[in-house]
Each structure stands twice: as C-alpha cells, then as structure tokens.
C-alpha cells in the first residue's frame, strides 16, 4: 500500500526562535505548517543564562524564554513534529521532506535548524550516501550483519545506536560531547575514546580513522545535531556552511527560505526571531504569486 504523505503550505525546520517565530506569523497569515523539531522548543535556548537584548524581556532567562515560547505555540494550537529532518529535495512546484522513515510535502519550506560549527571529516562528503549517512532509522537495513561507526554528538545519538545494535552486527560507537555519552550502551556495541578523523574507501566506505587506531567499517552514521546547509538540500547555494540569503530570506531555490543561525552571524535571538518573521511573510508572498500564475 503507497504511504499517505502529508502537505502543508509551508514546512519549517528547527524549533529555537528563528523556527517557532516563523510558525507563529505563518500561522497568523493562516497557512497551513509543519513545524519540524526534537523539543517543542529546542533544548539550546533553555540552556541559555541571561539574554539581556531581548525587547522588553530584560534579563529573561533562557528557561523563561522556552516557556514563553511554549505558551505562545500552545495559544496558537502550533504542533511541532518532533522528527529529525534528514534531506529536503526541491521538486519544482514543491518540496519533499524526509524525517525518519516518512516522507512529507510542502509548497515551501523555511530552513531554521541552526548550524554547525563542526567541519564536515575528510571523506565525508564524498562518501556521502556510499556508507556515510545521517539516519540510522532510514538506513539502518542497509547494515544487516556488518560493523558500522557512529559518531554521536547529541543524546539521541545513544537512541540510535541501540536501535542500530539490534539490526547490525557490531557498532562502534565514539561519543563527541558530554551529551551523548549516557548510560544504557550495552550488547553489541563498543565505546571507543578515539577522536575520528578521516573516512576512507574506494567505491564505498571501508575504514574509519581515528588520531590512534584504524577501524574497518562497511558504515559511518554521523549525528551531528544540525545537518551541514548544503548536505540538507541539495542545490542549495552556501558560504562558510550558512545558506545564502538575501535581505528577504531568500534563497538560490525558488521558494525555499532560510533564517536564524543557518543564515549566518550574528548568532543573536533576537536577530534570529526577526528573520523567522520575515522568512514567514517572504514564503507568504511567495505561496500567492504561486497561486496568482496558476
């Protein structure tokens, strides 16, 4: 039976302020949205001290601020599709999006998943989609019996490396920050302390290498906690990891938008929210001149 795919006018990627301030006017302009996260709110502005520049919040504590932010989604009936989102792929007149193993469509999309600061390893890119993969649910299967790496920079990393453990011969796991080193690893996985460094092969992935010892693999899935720009939707112009932006939010594809920390410096919320508002006017206007041709 085909999966039901379902459609929004306007998918938004990340829930920090950039996303959930693009939500909120979408969703005054009464357009229908995904608003894509793995928190209601994402866990980075809770851990925020004191933001002093946020108008008329003075010293409002990053904790504060994600309640505010919850309330507001809450008032305006916002959900967030607590999924990953893996790739965007521009279909002309529209977009798909894959989170985990579903497929969704939107007529645009508003990219505000934050970045990166982590440079992609040596091999990544070229290994991408031959043995480097950014989805353990998605590509799991692919691994049936064999021996693959993840390097895991989040808490869900932990998740999907015992969901991988129970499909795969043997993960190795390398833990890259506090956060994904959690109890409950166990079974079939090793935990190695080495810091990787470079992805090799020929026609597909073969070895992982680390600063002290060299790993034979046949897969290398690497969650990072944003997705580099350029290796989330192909085609996608870039400079220095950001998406390329005008003042308008727009992008080099029609009808995809980005926002926040993806966009560039300054890293500020406030700056962020004000680009989440115009991202969603910008998609706005865009979805009716679309409509105006039609």
Same mark, same amino acid.
């Given at each position: 039976? $085909? &999966?039901?795919? !379902?459609?929004?006018?306007? #998918?938004? @990627? =990340? ?7 693009? /939500? ?115 590509? $799991? &299967?692919?691994? !049936?019996?064999?021996?693959? #790496?993840? @390097? =895991? ?7 999907? /490396? ?17 956060e994904a080193v959690l109890p409950g690893l166990s079974g079939n996985i090793e935990i190695c302390t080495e810091k990787p460094a470079e992805i090799t092969g ?93």
């Amino acid at each position: 039976m $085909a &999966q039901d795919i !379902k459609t929004a006018d306007i #998918a938004i @990627i =990340g829930t920090g302020p950039a996303g959930i301030s693009a /939500a909120i006017t979408a969703k005054i302009r009464n357009k229908e949205i995904f608003l894509f996260g793995a928190e209601p709110v994402s866990s980075k502005v809770a851990k925020a001290h004191r933001i002093l520049n946020y108008p008329g919040l003075p010293a409002v504590s990053g904790e504060e601020l994600a309640q505010a932010y919850k309330r507001h989604l809450d008032e305006l009936q916002i959900a967030v599709t607590k999924k990953r989102v893996h790739a965007v792929y521009a279909m002309g007149s529209y977009f798909a999006i894959q989170a985990g193993q579903e497929q969704y469509r939107a007529d645009s999309v508003i990219l505000a998943c934050g970045m990166t600061a982590d440079k992609p390893f040596p091999g990544e890119n070229e290994f991408l989609g031959r043995g480097v993969s950014y989805c353990a649910t998605c590509d $799991a &299967q692919f691994f !049936k019996g064999k021996t693959v #790496a993840v @390097i =895991g920079y989040t808490k869900e990393s932990v998740e999907e /490396a015992q969901y991988l453990a129970e499909i795969v011969g043997k993960v190795l796991y390398f833990p890259m920050g506090k956060e994904a080193v959690l109890p409950g690893l166990s079974g079939n996985i090793e935990i190695c302390t080495e810091k990787p460094a470079e992805i090799t092969g020929t026609m597909k992935v073969e070895q992982l290498k680390t600063d002290g010892k060299l790993y034979p693999v046949d897969g290398i899935f690497i969650l990072r906690e944003a997705v580099f720009p350029g290796q989330l939707v192909p085609g996608l112009k870039t400079e220095k990891n950001h998406a390329a932006v005008n003042l308008q939010m727009e992008t080099n594809v029609a009808g995809l938008f980005a926002c926040g920390d993806i966009a560039g410096t300054p890293y500020q919320y406030i700056k962020a929210a004000g680009q989440g508002n115009v991202a969603a006017l910008s998609a706005v206007s865009y979805l009716n001149r679309k409509k105006e041709t039609v």
